[in-house]
């Protein structure tokens, strides 16, 4: 519909008469909402995959430039609002992820030792046999290198 339309083409959609409009189910979940007229607003966020906008309906009549210029000021703040958590969450992501590897980093500093010693290789092609592993397991590099830790403090076969 005008507001899928109006966050994917960074385009302000102003409808003065629903039922006639390009968009047959907008078109009658309005008619049945008694909408008359639609304005759709895009926020404007940094991440181009990601889309948003504001949607205003009125029963009666259309949207005047006042209310036009009123509607994207509201965009304007709710794409900064939208940015500052979208931007949040992802460095709460981002630090979440780093430490659960810090929380792993002894684990797979000791992986590498014990392929560094049974395999005679450097500190790099240690970590290469790991990732290599954990690609060919389809696990994490991390529980591929608890496991061989695990394993030598065992003292079985790494």
Not at 40 to 45: N, R, T
Not at 131 to 141: G, H, I, T, V
Request: aromatic share 6%; hydrophobic share 45%.
């Amino acid at each position: 519909g005008p507001a899928l339309e109006a966050a994917r083409g960074l385009l302000i959609i102003q409808i003065d008469d629903a039922g006639r409009i390009e968009w047959p189910a907008f078109a009658d979940a309005a008619r049945q909402c008694d909408v008359s007229s639609a304005l759709s607003v895009p926020l404007v966020l940094p991440d181009p995959t990601t889309l948003g906008g504001i949607n205003f309906y009125g029963e009666e009549r259309g949207f005047d430039e006042g209310d036009l210029r009123l509607a994207q000021s509201f965009a304007a703040q709710a794409s900064t609002v939208v940015s500052n958590a979208l931007s949040y969450w992802g460095a709460f992501d981002q630090a979440a992820n780093l430490t659960l590897a810090m929380e792993h980093r002894a684990e797979i500093e000791q992986a590498k030792g014990i392929l560094m010693a049974t395999q005679r290789c450097t500190p790099d092609q240690a970590f290469d046999l790991l990732r290599r592993a954990s690609q060919r397991e389809n696990r994490k590099l991390r529980d591929i290198a608890a496991e061989l830790v695990r394993r030598t403090a065992e003292g079985r076969d790494a």
